[in-house]
């Protein structure tokens, strides 16, 4: 079965900083680019950031001004996600997603970790 | 404000048809056929229904269709069953530093 399991979410102060990770299982995934997508509280969802299968390509969202770290470890499945200076507004649930695929679609979600940025 | 526009919410009985929306522009939708759909239950994570615009992944029930028209690309339900009340989202790539957008998310209510 092919599984996306995130962790590393919780409560962190205004300025602070977390590191969510995503294990992967149920298919080949040194071959295929990994994505991070947000859902802040009640909105829609957000693409955040992706990396290739490689590592050696990462993407970013506008939104996050330089703010983040994507990264793959390929021996052990697993993709990271390094955030830093966070602030309220980045309050969300973050879902790994397997993708983007040959027509950019994200086609395995994980159950999601929530990011709650407040003092 | 989302970087595709959809319909806030829908509404169909059982049994009948509803068409959800995404409105892009000519660096999304209208440019590229990278239209992807996704139902997400409410506290649950989003799934893929609809890909490269109308496209089914294996598994996908065939009540669900997609198309495009220009900058708008839509999403079909026929056969509406009440498991089908949830929120849908229309994603695309986009020729931009944010390189995938989505949209704000069309609530649908099985009446």
């Known amino acids: 079965e092919v599984q996306l399991l995130e962790s590393g979410g919780g409560l962190v102060q205004p300025g602070g900083s977390l590191r969510l990770s995503c294990a992967a299982s149920g298919f080949s995934f040194s071959s295929y680019a990994m994505s991070w997508v947000r859902q802040a509280p009640g909105k829609g969802l957000e693409w955040v950031s992706g990396v290739s299968d490689g590592g050696g390509s990462t993407y970013y969202g506008d939104s996050l001004e330089g703010r983040l770290t994507i990264s793959r470890d390929n021996s052990k499945n697993t993709v990271f996600l390094q955030m830093n200076n966070l602030r309220a507004e980045d309050t969300a649930v973050y879902y790994c997603a397997k993708g983007p695929g040959g027509s950019d679609e994200f086609d395995v979600w994980g159950q999601g970790t929530m990011v709650t940025v407040s003092s | 404000q989302s970087a595709l526009t959809q319909p806030a919410s829908v509404s169909g009985s059982p049994g009948q048809s509803i068409t959800i929306s995404c409105t892009g522009t000519s660096s999304d939708v209208g440019a590229y056929n990278y239209v992807s759909w996704y139902r997400q239950h409410s506290g649950k994570a989003p799934k893929l229904l609809i890909y490269?615009?109308?496209n089914r992944p294996s598994g996908v029930s065939n009540r669900f269709s997609g198309s495009k028209s220009g900058n708008t690309a839509s999403l079909t339900i026929s056969g509406l069953q009440a498991e089908d009340e949830a929120d849908y989202y229309c994603?695309?790539?986009?020729?931009?530093?944010?390189?995938?957008?989505f949209g704000g998310g069309t609530k649908l209510t099985v009446l």
């Open positions: 994603s695309s790539y986009r020729s931009s530093s944010t390189l995938w957008v």
């Open positions: 490269g615009v109308s």
